[in-house]
C-alpha cells in the first residue's frame, strides 16, 4: 500500500488502505453505543469496512476478527476526533469517512516479560487496551524465568509458593560479581489459573489472543528452586535468581523433570484460548548435562548420539504435548540448532539474518529481531531511564529497517513481526510505557503495512498519537 496516499483529516495509525474523507462530520454523544456492527459476505476473511457520515456509522468484516479489527479502528478515530478537539467526555464531531482496510501479517504483537518484574492484571488490561486501538492483536506473556515463575500449576504448588518470590535484585546494570549491589526487598508475584483465563477473556473482546511462554530447558532457576528434584543435582538447593544473565541451572533428564514438562505445557495449554505457546528453547549452557551422571544413560536410551541433542529432544516431547490438546509450540530461533519437530513457530530474535534460516527450513516465522524490534533499548544518546543497551532505537528507526532483511525476497513464510519488552531494568508501570511507546505504535503501523514508502509521513502519524495514549491511561516518551 501507500501510505503517502492517505489524507491527513485524522492521523490514523496502521494507515489504512484505502481512506475516502468526506466534508461533513457525525455529531454525538454516544458512539461506541451508536455504532452498527455486522458481518459481511462479500468482503474477505481479513477485511473490514468502516463507513462514517452524518447520518450515523457502521463497521462491516469478513470474519469475527476481522470485525474486531474495525471496531479498534473505530475506537481510534472517536479517540483521536476527542483528542484533537479537547472534547473527552459529552458531544464530538467524529470526520466522515469511509475505509477499507486489511492487514499485511497475521501475527502482530508484543512479548512482554513479566518474570523479571511482575505486573498486575490492571497493569496488562490498559496494555491491551492500547494494542488493541492499534491493531496489535498477540500479546506473549513470558510467564517463567530464572528470576520468577509467573503461572499457577495446580500440580507444583512450590513453583509459585517459592519460585514466584525472590529476595533481592540487582541495582542498575551488573557486573555478576560480588561487587553488585542489591535492594533487599521481596520482590515477586503469580497469577492464578482463574486469572489468567479471565485476561484471556478480557483480551479476546478486544481481538486479541494471549500466547503463553514457558521457557524450557533453560531459564528455569526459579522452577529448580522449588523442586530441586526436576534440576541436575536433586541433592542442591538454589535460591531463586536475583541478578540478570544466563543462568546455569537448567532442567534435568530424570523422570521428574520429563513429567514436570509435560505437565507444565498441558496446563498452559488448558488455560489459554490461543492456539499457540511458546516453550522458549533459548540460551541453554550444557554444562549440568555434562556432569550428571544419568545423561550418558539417557542418551543411549533415546538413541542420541550428541549432548546438544537432549534440548532437542525435551522440547520435542513438550511440543508432543502441546499438540495432542491441538496447539503449535512456538520457539525461539536458538531451537533450530537443536532438531525441533516440524510445524513449530520460529521466532527469529537474535539476528536479522536469522529470518532467511528458518524461512529455509520451511518454518512459519515471526519476526522479533533484536536490531530493530528490542524496546527494551534506549530511545535517545542522553536523559534516558536505565535501558537494557546503550544503543539507540527510535521510532524511525523501527519505521525505516528492512526488519525481514534485504535478501528474503519471499516472505510468504513470515507470519508476522512481534517486538520484545524484557523488564530487567523496567521495575514500575510508568518506566515500562515509557520504553512501549511510542514505539509500540511504529511497530503496530509495520505490523500492519510492512516495508513503508513514506517514513515522514508515518513517523507524523505515529507522534500524533500521544493524545489517544493519554486517554488510555498512557505517558509515553517525549
Do not use: C
Not at 84 to 97: K, Q, R, S
Not at 180 to 203: I, N, P, S
Not at 443 to 468: H, I, P, S
Amino acid at each position: 500500500m501507500n501510505d503517502s496516499r492517505i489524507p491527513a483529516r485524522l492521523p490514523l495509525l496502521p494507515a489504512p488502505d484505502s481512506a475516502l474523507w468526506m466534508r461533513e462530520d457525525w455529531v454525538t454523544t454516544d458512539p461506541f453505543e451508536e455504532v452498527s456492527v455486522g458481518l459481511n459476505s462479500d468482503l474477505d476473511a481479513d477485511e473490514y469496512s468502516i463507513t462514517i457520515n452524518p447520518t450515523g456509522a457502521s463497521i462491516t468484516a469478513g470474519s469475527d476478527s476481522a470485525l474486531a479489527d474495525g471496531r479498534n479502528a473505530f475506537a481510534q478515530i472517536v479517540l483521536s476526533a476527542r483528542a484533537a478537539t479537547g472534547a473527552l467526555t459529552g458531544e464530538v464531531a467524529i470526520p466522515g469517512v469511509v475505509i477499507s482496510d486489511r492487514p499485511l501479517h497475521a501475527w502482530r504483537g508484543l512479548m512482554l516479560d513479566v518474570a523479571r518484574h511482575f505486573r498486575p492484571i490492571d497493569e496488562l488490561k490498559t496494555i491491551i487496551e492500547a494494542m488493541a486501538i492499534f491493531r496489535l492483536n498477540v500479546l506473549h506473556l513470558h510467564l517463567t524465568d530464572d528470576q520468577g515463575w509467573r503461572f499457577e500449576v495446580r500440580s507444583y504448588p512450590r513453583l509459585t509458593e517459592v519460585g514466584a518470590w525472590r529476595d533481592a535484585t540487582v541495582v542498575g546494570k551488573p557486573t555478576f560479581t560480588d561487587a553488585d549491589e542489591y535492594v533487599q526487598e521481596r520482590h515477586g508475584g503469580f497469577y492464578t489459573q482463574a486469572e489468567l483465563r479471565m485476561l484471556d477473556d478480557y483480551a479476546a473482546d478486544f481481538g486479541i489472543r494471549i500466547v503463553p511462554e514457558i521457557d524450557l530447558p533453560g531459564h528455569v532457576q526459579a522452577a529448580v528452586a522449588a523442586y530441586p528434584e526436576i534440576g541436575n543435582d536433586p541433592q542442591r538447593q538454589l535460591k531463586v535468581r536475583e541478578t540478570w544473565g544466563i543462568s546455569e541451572h537448567i532442567l534435568g533428564v530424570s523422570d521428574a523433570s520429563i513429567a514436570f514438562i509435560r505437565d507444565v505445557v498441558q496446563q498452559a495449554a488448558q488455560v489459554f484460548s490461543s492456539p499457540y505457546v511458546h516453550i522458549g528453547g533459548d540460551e541453554v549452557p550444557m554444562t549440568e548435562w555434562e556432569h550428571n551422571p544419568q545423561v550418558p544413560e539417557r542418551l543411549e536410551e533415546w538413541g542420541l548420539e550428541r549432548l546438544e541433542a537432549l534440548q532437542g529432544h525435551l522440547m520435542g516431547m513438550a511440543v508432543d504435548e502441546l499438540q495432542k490438546a491441538g496447539k503449535t509450540a512456538v520457539v525461539w530461533d536458538e531451537a533450530l540448532e537443536r532438531h525441533v519437530p516440524d510445524g513449530v513457530v520460529v521466532m527469529n530474535w537474535r539476528s536479522v539474518d536469522g529470518v532467511q534460516v528458518s524461512l529455509d527450513r520451511r518454518f512459519s516465522t515471526v519476526i522479533g529481531n533484536q536490531e530493530h524490534l528490542y524496546l527494551d533499548r534506549a530511545q535517545a544518546r542522553r536523559g534516558e531511564p536505565l535501558a537494557q543497551t546503550d544503543q539507540v532505537l527510535t521510532v524511525k528507526d523501527i519505521l525505516s529497517a528492512e526488519l525481514a532483511g534485504e535478501d528474503v525476497h519471499d516472505q510468504s513464510g513470515v507470519l508476522g513481526i512481534q517486538a520484545q519488552m524484557w523488564t530487567e531494568y523496567v521495575a514500575d508501570e510508568a518506566h515500562l510505557h515509557r520504553m512501549l511507546f511510542p514505539r509500540l505504535v511504529a511497530v503496530a503501523e509495520r505490523a500492519w503495512n510492512g516495508q513503508l514508502e513514506d517514513v515522514k509521513d508515518a513517523k507524523r502519524r505515529v507522534e500524533a498519537q500521544t493524545g489517544v495514549l493519554r486517554q488510555l491511561g498512557i505517558q509515553p516518551h517525549d
